[in-house]
């Protein structure tokens, strides 16, 4: 039975993620709560606008929401009968959930899928008193917080759940809703709690015992080691500290183990300081300025960010070479970092067989469910399992668990494909991610046909090759033009029917132009080559639509300037639905000069061809707001609202899947693919010039813009308006000219010159 309509009950913060995240999916949603007064369906409906005001959004256009019809539980749960999987996210305790559940059963249609969102407590156990088809159509579904951005779903069956209920769900979970899936097995905590929480607990009673900060504690913990920069301390604090004690209590009750907290930790819950839903916990924040906890006296002193002494050397180098280094290292903060590496590996080493099917899903777990740029036996390898049996030799702390079999390590790279530690001491395959294109095994068996630091060109198989960004943020220098040239020369001569453009990081697929390169060469005073290279990035980026074989591109995560204008020229593009895109060069005192301004004009011109009365003003005016304000997209489907994708690209809710989509819409394109027509359209001239400029001049009247901002705005205007002079037929390559003509002209002033310095120095924009 094909899911195509979902019920959520429990409308907080998880039970609101999840049906945001559905409608966002295009799936008509169910949402309901517990009766409120006097609005019976308040709790739902405030859901839903809490969930539209939330930073981030909880649903990725506004316009999703419309999908969710609220209710409650008193008067509605009939409605839950035309819904194909229901899934119960209420407080986290059993009885309330068995409850639930017998009332569910009542009502929901044979083949119904339910499943509960609880974070730790055993499935099995929600479904005691249940009839034998309502257990076999049950498992546990774990969302993690927030539900639209982390990756993570832990996939929970029991021994009734039948074999083909779990396919159905995780292929939907994985294809539609786009999580990455991790089958965990039925005890307290699953994977990803047991032994992340295990870890925060850890880290508080170390931070107690070497009498350190919580701002020493989340310096330490944070991307020093490849952990979120919310580290400890601020993770907890968006998670809540209540969340926190709940789950410490459930643990502990119902493993048997210690995830106890100090006694200071309880006193926060009692005073209501939660974390960032009650405006303080861990941190506190008064209007800019950001305030710790003295975890000793329960008063908050102003944040101080610690200098890490004998650890700042390693925070240049890459992850592996950081925590080789910790483990060299000497003083507190080397001596803290490395009892908590090993707590955490003695833990993960025992714990594993009882928690996981394999290491693997430990490691995806923690990379999707808390964000570790290594899982624990990925870091386990980088530390070294000679390094795990010396110290854990010299604490008389044997050999835990795994550590007896691993020899060598836990993974080995093979030409045959990769392998991991299996729990009986063999290296066994590991299961692939489902749809997902292994670019470094594709790389390990066939090598690179081009590869520099800036990317590697890659044979993906059936005639299509991939062209993967994986420099710095993978701005576009050079190096990275050269590339990209090669590889279209290498399609252009036959060997392939087509290119995909991809990133390696799925969170980034272009911070656009190189700053540091073009601010060298403007301190140089080298005009003529400056010219060259915004000459050569047009050319470039435009011969993407002039190839006669389809190029796509593939963008997910942070796609700006330079990197939205390779997009916007792409046959088509295959978009990952967490899309930040836009044409943002204003930030540094630009316009976008590689085809961006003249790509939005021909863009927003050609929707208004239809309508015989529009005024060609509103696609100059359209452009003229997106690029001049530097709009950034919040999702794929906003993207496509504010008219960086068309209707003919496509989005992917998986972010594992972008590029194999984007290579079967090349094999899709390739049979009978044209490369596009040039264009012209019809310039507006002086007098729309004049029109965009009377609304900057009311801009800085108001107050609203800097003097600087002025003269771009005007710049931009001119290219828009085709230049000065009468209304008149303009080709791209007119607009271009002037592109380049005004991106040049602005990088010779000094405030273009100090916000580009401000963004390399501090990462944020200059408004002068």
Request: aromatic share 6%.
């Amino acid at each position: 039975m094909r899911i195509a309509r979902v019920g959520v009950v429990g409308a907080g913060v998880m039970g609101t993620g999840i049906a945001a995240l559905a409608a966002s999916a295009g799936f008509p949603v169910v949402l309901l709560d517990v009766p409120d007064s006097p609005d019976r369906d308040g709790r739902a409906r405030s859901a839903v606008d809490k969930g539209l005001k939330a930073r981030p959004p909880a649903f990725m256009d506004p316009a999703c929401a419309a999908r969710v019809s609220i209710g409650n539980t008193e008067d509605h749960l009939e409605r839950l009968r035309d819904c194909d999987w229901i899934v119960e996210a209420i407080i986290e305790r059993p009885e309330p959930k068995r409850e639930l559940f017998a009332r569910i059963e009542g009502v929901a249609r044979p083949g119904t899928i339910v499943t509960s969102n609880t974070s730790g407590i055993p499935i099995h156990t929600l479904v005691e008193g249940r009839g034998e088809a309502f257990r076999q159509h049950f498992l546990g579904t774990h969302f993690f917080n927030p539900v639209r951005h982390l990756h993570l779903l832990e996939l929970i069956p029991t021994s009734d759940t039948l074999p083909d209920v779990v396919a159905r769900i995780r292929d939907f979970m994985e294809r539609m809703l786009g999580k990455g899936v991790v089958m965990a097995r039925d005890v307290p905590g699953f994977i990803a709690n047991r032994l992340g929480l295990h870890g925060i607990f850890r880290t508080i009673h170390l931070m107690e015992r070497y009498d350190l900060t919580i701002d020493e504690v989340d310096a330490l913990t944070g991307p020093l080691i490849g952990r979120p920069k919310s580290a400890t301390f601020r993770t907890a604090d968006i998670s809540g500290l209540d969340v926190l004690v709940d789950v410490s209590a459930g643990l502990s009750a119902t493993t048997g183990e210690d995830f106890s907290l100090p006694s200071w930790v309880h006193d926060l819950v009692r005073q209501g300081r939660l974390g960032a839903k009650s405006g303080a916990g861990f941190y506190r924040k008064d209007g800019a300025q950001i305030f710790t906890l003295d975890w000793r006296t329960g008063e908050y002193k102003p944040q101080v960010v610690p200098a890490l002494a004998e650890l700042a050397p390693l925070q240049q180098q890459p992850l592996v070479a950081r925590l080789k280094g910790i483990t060299m290292a000497r003083g507190r903060y080397a001596e803290f970092l490395q009892e908590l590496l090993l707590d955490t590996a003695a833990y993960a080493l025992e714990k594993t067989p009882e928690l996981a099917y394999d290491v693997t899903s430990v490691d995806r777990a923690l990379e999707w469910g808390f964000a570790w740029e290594l899982g624990p036996f990925a870091m386990f390898d980088a530390l070294g399992a000679d390094w795990l049996r010396s110290e854990f030799g010299q604490r008389k702390m044997g050999q835990p668990g795994l550590l007896a079999t691993a020899r060598e390590g836990f993974y080995r790279q093979l030409s045959s494909g990769p392998r991991q530690l299996s729990f009986v001491g063999e290296y066994a395959p590991i299961e692939p991610i489902p749809h997902a294109l292994d670019l470094d095994l594709v790389e390990l068996r066939l090598g690179s046909l081009a590869s520099s630091r800036d990317g590697t060109l890659l044979d993906i198989g059936h005639g299509v090759a991939l062209l993967k960004l994986h420099g710095k943020m993978n701005t576009l220098g050079t190096g990275a033009l050269d590339l990209i040239e090669q590889s279209l020369d290498l399609v252009d001569r036959g060997d392939f029917v087509g290119l995909v453009l991809g990133s390696a990081n799925p969170g980034v697929f272009s911070a656009g132009a190189n700053l540091v390169e073009l601010l060298a060469a403007v301190d140089a005073a080298q005009w003529d080559r400056l010219d060259g290279l915004v000459r050569r990035f047009q050319d470039v980026v435009g011969r993407l639509r002039k190839v006669s074989f389809p190029v796509v591109v593939a963008p997910s995560g942070i796609t700006l300037g330079g990197g939205a204008e390779f997009a916007l020229h792409a046959s088509r593009v295959q978009a990952g639905c967490e899309l930040y895109i836009g044409l943002v060069e204003v930030g540094v005192g630009l316009l976008p000069a590689g085809g961006g301004t003249k790509e939005m004009l021909f863009r927003f011109t050609r929707d208004l061809e239809p309508y015989e009365e529009a005024d060609p003003f509103e696609a100059v005016k359209r452009a003229f707001k997106l690029v001049s304000m530097g709009t950034m997209s919040a999702s794929a489907l906003d993207a496509r609202r504010l008219g960086f994708l068309r209707g003919r690209d496509r989005i992917t809710m998986n972010r594992d899947r972008v590029l194999s989509d984007a290579k079967a819409r090349v094999l899709e394109l390739a049979p009978d693919y044209t490369p596009a027509m040039p264009r012209t359209v019809r310039a507006l001239g002086a007098e729309g010039i004049g029109n965009l400029s009377y609304g900057v001049w009311a801009m800085r009247e108001a107050g609203y813009i800097t003097d600087h901002e002025v003269t771009i705005g005007r710049r931009i205007a001119h290219v828009l308006c085709g230049g000065d002079g009468p209304p008149r037929m303009v080709t791209e390559q007119d607009i271009l000219d002037l592109e380049r003509e005004a991106f040049l002209s602005l990088l010779g002033t000094p405030e273009t010159r100090a916000r580009i310095a401000h963004m390399l120095e501090h990462g944020k924009p200059l408004r002068n």
